[in-house]
């Protein structure tokens, strides 16, 4: 019977309204607390974004590159100017002294 009594005697309201604002302390901590696991979330998901976007970019400069790489080569180099009528000389080039 006195434990009945004790938990009465702890919700009276003189009791209630001397501790409200521990309780209002305690609701802010509560609301702090799930706003700040919603902002964790949201920047984890932008990190996670932004990394796939540089994983991404970073796969199209090494395609490029090396698409890069083979048109520099000289066999494509040639036939790039094959239709513009150049071609590599096969002979030696002529080499032209000039006189002092």
Sequence with gaps: MTNTRDW???????????????????????IIY?????W???TIRDINKTAKEVKDLQYEYKSLKSEEMFKSRESQI?????????KIPVD???ELKAEK
């Design 40 to 42: 964790a979330d949201n």
């Design 78 to 86: 040639t036939e790039a100017a094959a239709p513009l009528g150049l």
């Design 92 to 94: 030696k080039p002529i």
């Design 8 to 30: 009465r005697k702890l919700f009276k309201y003189q009791w209630i309204a001397k501790n409200t604002s521990y309780f209002l302390f305690l609701a802010i901590l509560a």
């Design 34 to 38: 799930i706003a700040n696991g919603h």
